[in-house]
C-alpha cells in the first residue's frame, strides 16, 4: 500500500483546516442568520457557541485524528475500538450529503460571479435568482463546480488541498478586508453597524428557545464539525505541534472572517434599505445583495470581488467535504484516488440534483444535517472521548503541546459533561422547530 501523504508544514495544515472552515457558511449564511435572528443578540449567542462548545469539539476530532492516523472509519478501530468506527461512518455520510447541496450553491455563486460581467442582476435581483437557482443553469453550474473539487482532491493532499488553499486563504483575507475598507464609505454603513453590533440581552432572553438551535448549528457547522472533516484533516499531521494551538488559530482566524463578512454585508444592506427581508430561506441573501450591488456605483466591480472570495471560500470548504469519503474508500479499499475522486464526486453531483429544482429541497437537505446529523454526530464524538477513550488517548491532546495535564483534565470533564448536554439541548430545540 502506498505511504499516506502529510500536510508538508504546521502552515500547510492550518491553512488547509482555515479553508474548510470558512466558507459559505461564514460569508454567506453567518450575516444572514445574524440578520433573520435579530442581529447582535444572535452574535453575541454564537461566539459563546464557537467558543464555549466548537473549540472543546475540534480537539475531540484533532485526537481521534492524529491518534488514529487514517481515515475517520478506520481510526476508530485504530485507537482500539471498532464498534464506534459507525461514528466516523455518520460523518462521511454528512460530508457526502453536505457537499451535495453545497455545491449546488457553489453553482449559485459562479452564475453570480457570471452576472457581475454581464450585469444579469443589475435589473431584477429576484428575476435572476430565479433563472439561475433552478433548471438548467443551476444543473451546469452545480456540475462545474462539482468538477473543480474533483479535480483539486484528485490531485492529492498536498499537492491538491494543501496546495489550493494556501492561494485560496490569503485572497480571501485581503479581499475581504479590502471590501469592509470600502463598505465603510457607504451612507447608511453607521446604521448597519449599529444593527450588527450592539445587542439587546432582552431579545436573548425572549428568544433563547429560537436562537440557541441556529446559533449552536451555525457553529458546528462553520467549523467543520461533526462530519469527520477534521479527523480526516489532523491524520495527515504525522507531527507533534500543538493541537489547541493550531485549533485555536482556526477558531480564530474563522471567525474574524465571519464578523469581518458582517462588516461587508450590513453596511451594504443598510445602505440600499435595511436589513429587512434579508433573513428567510436560502435564496434571500443572494438576492438582497445583487439587488444592492445592482443599485451601487461601480455595484458590478463590487459584487464580481465579492462574489470571488464567495467562490474561493466555497471550494476551500467542498474539497474537504469530498475529501472524507475519498479518504475512507481510497484506504479502506485500496481504489486509487483519482478514481475515487471521480466517481464519489459524480455520485455526490447526482444526489444533488434535486437541489437543483428550487429551494426546498435544498432548504430540506441543509435543515436534516443541521438539526439531525450534525448534533447527533458531536453528541457521539463527545461520548467517545469522553467517556469510551483511554486515558492514553485523551492525553493525545497534550502532546507536543504545552499545557498541563490540568488543562487536559478539564477539557475531558467538558467533553463528558457539558458538551453533550449542551447537545443534547440543542437537538431538542432544534427537533421543535423542525415539526413545528
Ligand atoms: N465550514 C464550511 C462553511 O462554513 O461553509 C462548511 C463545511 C465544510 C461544513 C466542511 C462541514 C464540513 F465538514
Ligand atoms: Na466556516
Do not use: C
Request: glycine share 14%; net charge negative; aromatic share 14%.
Amino acid at each position: 500500500m502506498a505511504e499516506r501523504e502529510t500536510w508538508t508544514s504546521r502552515i500547510g495544515f492550518i491553512f488547509a483546516a482555515v479553508g474548510s472552515a470558512v466558507g459559505l457558511g461564514n460569508i454567506w449564511s453567518f450575516p444572514f442568520q445574524t440578520a433573520a435572528n435579530g442581529g447582535a443578540a444572535f452574535l453575541v449567542v454564537y461566539l459563546l457557541a464557537v467558543f464555549l462548545i466548537g473549540f472543546p469539539t475540534m480537539m475531540v476530532e484533532f485526537v481521534i485524528g492524529r491518534r488514529g492516523e487514517s481515515n475517520p472509519v478506520a481510526a476508530f478501530e485504530k485507537l482500539g475500538y471498532g464498534n464506534w468506527s459507525f461514528t466516523g461512518g455518520l460523518g462521511v455520510f454528512s460530508s457526502l450529503v453536505t457537499l451535495s447541496f453545497y455545491s449546488v450553491v457553489g453553482g449559485w455563486v459562479l452564475s453570480y460571479i457570471a452576472g457581475s460581467v454581464t450585469g444579469g442582476y443589475f435589473g431584477d435581483a429576484g428575476a435572476y435568482f430565479g433563472s439561475v437557482a433552478s433548471g438548467p443553469v443551476a444543473i451546469g453550474a452545480h456540475l462545474v463546480f462539482m468538477a473543480i473539487t474533483i479535480g483539486i482532491v484528485a490531485s492529492g493532499v498536498t499537492d491538491g488541498i494543501e496546495r489550493a488553499t494556501k492561494v485560496m486563504i490569503p485572497a480571501i483575507l485581503v479581499l475581504l478586508v479590502g471590501l469592509a475598507a470600502w463598505a465603510t464609505t457607504l451612507e447608511g454603513a453607521t446604521a448597519g453597524y449599529e444593527y450588527y453590533l450592539s445587542p439587546d440581552f432582552g431579545v436573548i432572553a425572549s428568544n433563547f428557545g429560537s436562537i440557541v438551535p441556529p446559533a449552536m448549528g451555525q457553529a458546528f457547522f462553520t467549523l467543520s464539525l461533526g462530519f469527520s472533516v477534521m479527523i480526516a484533516y489532523s491524520s495527515y499531521l504525522g507531527r507533534d505541534d500543538s493541537l489547541p494551538a493550531d485549533g485555536g488559530a482556526i477558531v480564530v482566524v474563522n471567525t474574524l472572517v465571519a464578523l469581518l463578512a458582517g462588516f461587508v454585508v450590513f453596511p451594504i444592506l443598510f445602505a440600499t434599505g435595511g436589513a429587512e427581508g434579508a433573513g428567510g430561506g436560502a435564496g434571500t441573501a443572494f438576492i438582497a445583495l445583487a439587488g444592492a450591488f445592482g443599485n451601487l456605483p461601480a455595484g458590478g466591480v463590487i459584487g464580481f470581488v465579492f462574489f470571488a472570495v464567495l467562490l474561493f471560500a466555497a471550494l476551500s470548504s467542498s474539497i474537504s467535504l469530498l475529501e472524507v469519503p475519498v479518504s475512507y474508500v481510497t484506504e479502506n479499499y485500496g481504489v486509487g484516488r483519482r478514481t475515487t475522486a471521480l466517481a464519489m464526486g459524480a455520485a455526490i453531483a447526482v444526489i444533488g440534483l434535486p437541489a437543483t429544482f428550487g429551494t426546498t429541497w435544498l432548504d430540506f437537505y441543509n435543515d436534516v444535517v443541521f438539526n439531525l446529523l450534525l448534533p447527533i454526530s458531536v453528541f457521539l464524538l463527545a461520548i467517545f472521548v469522553g467517556w469510551v477513550a483511554d486515558r492514553e488517548a485523551i492525553d493525545e491532546l497534550g502532546r507536543g503541546s504545552s499545557i498541563g495535564s490540568s488543562f487536559t483534565t478539564a477539557w475531558l470533564w467538558w467533553v463528558r459533561i457539558v458538551v453533550p448536554t449542551v447537545v443534547l439541548m440543542t437537538l431538542w430545540l432544534g427537533l421543535e422547530t423542525l415539526y413545528e
